[in-house]
Structure formats: structure tokens, C-alpha cells
Nanobody, 112 residues
Framework: QVQLVESGGGLVQAGGSLRLSCAASGIIFSINNMDWYRQAPGKEREWVAHITSGGSTNYLDSVKGRFTISRDNAKNTVYLQMNSLKHEDTAVYYC??????WGQGTQVTVSS
């Protein structure tokens, strides 16, 4: 049974930082590409960041230079370090493993 459990969300002031974690089980984590998505109220879910099994990364333009995705294969965990947070980053953040496995999400709220 595949499980992805996100944590690390919360309430932060604009300009602050948060680090999200996504712990995976039930999959061979090291061979999976991993992604972070987010969904703001009233909006569609959007892709935020991607990391390949080899560690290559890609980012949504609006988060480039502020967010960093990383992974620790020994801990079966992917991270999203979010700095210089803006009000528009407020959303539920989800991790995704491969093409079809999703976590339950963690709320990030940035107060302006």
C-alpha cells in the first residue's frame, strides 16, 4: 500500500520560510520522480516543482529562486524549502510520486 504523508505546513508571515516534507512508503522511492503541487482556494491544482530520481530539478517560474526541492533517498522523503513566502503562495500543497500516487496535502497560509 502506497502512502505519501506531507507535513510542515502552517501559518507564516509574508517573507517567512517553511519546509515541507513528504514521507513515502510502499514504493521504491529512489527510482521515482517526485513532484510538489499546490491548490489555492477556488483555483485548479498547479504543479510547483519536480525532482528526478537522479536529482535534477525544475520549478514553476513564480517560485524559482525562492523554493528548493530536494530528496533524501535514505529517508524516503522529498522536501520543499520555501523562502520569501508571499500571500499568493497560500494553498494546500501536495506531493506526488511517479505518475499516480498523491499525498493528502498540507495547508500553507501566508499572511500579508
Amino acid at each position: 500500500q502506497v502512502q505519501l504523508v506531507e507535513s510542515g505546513g502552517g501559518l507564516v508571515q509574508a517573507g517567512g520560510s517553511l519546509r515541507l516534507s513528504c514521507a513515502a512508503s510502499g514504493i521504491i522511492f529512489s527510482i521515482n520522480n517526485m513532484d510538489w503541487y499546490r491548490q489555492a482556494p477556488g483555483k485548479e491544482r498547479e504543479w510547483v516543482a519536480h525532482i528526478t530520481s537522479g536529482g535534477s530539478t525544475n520549478y514553476l517560474d513564480s517560485v524559482k529562486g525562492r523554493f528548493t526541492i530536494s530528496r533524501d533517498n535514505a529517508k524516503n522523503t522529498v522536501y520543499l524549502q520555501m523562502n520569501s513566502l508571499k500571500h499568493e503562495d497560500t494553498a494546500v500543497y501536495y506531493c506526488k510520486a511517479g505518475r499516480r500516487f498523491w499525498g493528502q496535502g498540507t495547508q500553507v497560509t501566508v499572511s500579508s
